[in-house]
């Protein structure tokens, strides 16, 4: 694959010359580094890059040009190159221009110049930018093929673990794609093989589980030790927090995930008011950085092993596994987070996954690209998927049972929502009924106050009502409300809960009713559910961690 290119902009011949020096003294055996000394001439630059097929991974631009600002400029390389990546480089004077910028026209970074020295100013913003940029332009020879057919429940299940593993993948529908068929009649396939997965290195994995894609491309799938220190089931952000710290104090420590990291926040387009990200963050971004940021400290993580059951050996935990195995921990976390409720209405059910869906990655926007979209939802996780759908979908349609979205909803979001000429909202209303051969065709929604019902045609509906925990593995040992939240902490020795907490001492913030056990999160009663609030208490579990096993 050529090169990618890294377009410098600035008016000032002697600060183009440094800016370049610096991006090729770091970048240049991989990236083309390319000059230019005006907003005009880096459009041209770009415009002839472009009919070359060259990809243009980052554009770094002075924001004080004349003739045309590097805002202005920018804004047209957005239009030319949407994925292409965009710093500013600007005066303290220009900031308020630059934050505006973020939300104007996508500015995905703006640094206050100068950028002495590069090793800590600017190489590790280049970094991030260009990493993100190889993310969504994959090597084609690297890339997991995957071949099926679009309404095909274990088709989506690979699709959604690869997609949410951060590993690339080219999707081939057998009804649509010529090249699908070939490699169907060239591994000797028939449509109980399908999907067939096809890895750079390996076997064809016909109709495979998780598991089996996971262990096919090197994943971890088996704890590497006999005893950790602490097992961290769940990697949402709370998991993740925990072990970040943990892993960096020295604890050994594994982390045990059934679907993929990120929890439903890894899910979410973008997270806007999380604490230092001005632009957003995808929930996928800083999942990814969560997970390589753990992984730099120690920590190990196994993938697709759904947790059964906790069993408790004296001063030893053991987790097991669905298919078999355990991992042994002198300290556990619960921090497995919350599920989407099904939505009940009749036919929903047989449907499965063709068509109907209980939340959703940003990836799979895609897919419904010039189609009528449902949402059933009016929490932030909803929003921000019908904006989302909103970027490609010819109509998306939110159905509220509530007659406002204020009550349940960020108000910047429910801005956006009403600014939006694609999306329709319809309150006081919920879906019915499904309607469909193999596949989502049709929903029936009725009116909460008048009983009126209507049909619309879609293929596509997306769940976002409300959640619980999946906590039943616990066991009766861990003290849980009705609904499956972990009591944790004070509220163990509430009147309601007698003889639950066994030991002299009072049980630590998050400890569950098992001395060892801790929960955070989502998972834990009377959390804040934000993914702030799930980093915090993941944080704080470790500190508890380490001082329950100073006791032991």
């Not at 080219?170 to 000797?188: F, H, K, Y």
């Not at 093989?193 to 390996?202: F, I, K, N, R």
């Not at 220190?229 to 925990?242: E, F, N, R």
């Not at 059934?258 to 929890?263: K, N, Q």
Request: glycine fraction near 8%; aromatic fraction near 6%; charged fraction near 25%.
């Amino acid at each position: 694959m050529a090169r990618p290119t890294i377009l410098a902009v600035d008016d000032d011949p002697q600060v183009v010359r440094a800016i370049v020096r610096d991006l090729r003294s770091r970048y240049g055996e991989e990236h083309r580094i390319v000059r230019a000394t005006s907003g005009a001439e880096a459009l041209e630059v770009l415009t002839e890059l472009l009919l070359r097929g060259r990809g243009v991974a980052l554009v770094v631009s002075d924001q004080r040009m004349p003739g045309m600002t590097g805002i202005e400029m920018m804004a047209r390389v957005r239009e030319a190159s949407p994925d292409t990546r965009l710093l500013l480089l600007t005066a303290y004077a220009d900031t308020d221009v630059a934050i505006r910028a973020i939300n104007d026209i996508g500015l995905d970074y703006y640094m206050v110049k100068p950028w002495e020295p590069p090793e800590t100013q600017l190489y590790p913003v280049v970094d991030d930018l260009l990493e993100a940029w190889r993310h969504d332009h994959p090597d084609d020879e690297a890339v997991v093929r995957v071949v099926g057919h679009q309404w095909s429940d274990r088709g989506h299940e690979v699709r959604t673990f690869l997609a949410r593993n951060h590993i690339p993948y080219r999707w081939l529908d057998v009804e649509r794609d010529e090249e699908a068929g070939r490699l169907v009649a060239l591994a000797g396939a028939d449509t109980s093989d399908l999907p067939l997965v096809l890895v750079p290195e390996g076997e064809t994995l016909r109709s495979p589980t998780s598991t089996a894609v996971a262990e096919a491309l090197g994943l971890r799938t088996r704890a590497g030790q006999p005893l950790y220190d602490l097992c961290i089931v769940g990697s949402g952000p709370a998991g993740l927090a925990a072990a970040v710290y943990a892993a960096s104090e020295g604890l050994r420590t594994v982390v045990v995930e059934r679907d993929a990291p990120g929890g439903q926040a890894g899910q979410s387009a973008a997270i806007e008011n999380y604490l230092g990200f001005p632009k957003g963050v995808s929930g996928a971004d800083l999942t990814h950085r969560a997970v390589a940021q753990a992984s730099r400290f120690g920590a190990e993580t196994v993938l697709a092993q759904e947790v059964v059951a906790l069993e408790h050996r004296g001063p030893v935990h053991a987790v097991r596994f669905a298919g078999g195995g355990e991992v042994e921990s002198r300290a556990v976390l619960v921090a497995t987070g919350v599920a989407y409720r099904r939505l009940e209405a009749d036919g929903l059910e047989a449907l499965g996954s063709r068509g109907v869906y209980y939340g959703a990655s940003a990836s799979e926007a895609a897919q419904t690209a010039g189609q009528v979209v449902f949402v059933v939802g009016a929490a932030n996780s909803a929003g921000q998927a019908v904006l989302n759908f909103a970027k490609v979908a010819s109509r998306v349609v939110m159905v509220v049972r509530a007659g406002r979205l204020e009550d349940s909803m960020s108000e910047y979001l429910v801005e956006r929502i009403r600014a939006a000429e694609n999306v329709e909202v319809r309150f006081r209303s919920e879906v019915a009924a499904a309607h469909g051969t193999d596949h989502l065709e049709r929903l029936t929604l009725v009116d909460r106050d008048t009983g009126e019902r209507c049909d619309q045609d879609t293929n596509w509906l997306f769940v976002f009502i409300g959640a619980l925990p999946r906590t039943d593995w616990l066991g009766d040992e861990v003290t849980r409300d009705e609904k499956g939240f972990v009591v944790t902490g004070p509220d163990l020795q509430h009147p309601d809960r007698p003889d639950r907490w066994p030991l002299p001492r009072a049980p630590y913030a998050l400890e569950t009713s098992v001395p060892g056990v801790f929960a955070a999160g989502d998972v834990r009663l009377d959390s804040m559910k934000r993914v702030a609030s799930a980093v915090g208490e993941g944080a704080m579990s470790v500190h508890l961690v380490h001082r329950y096993l100073a006791t032991v």
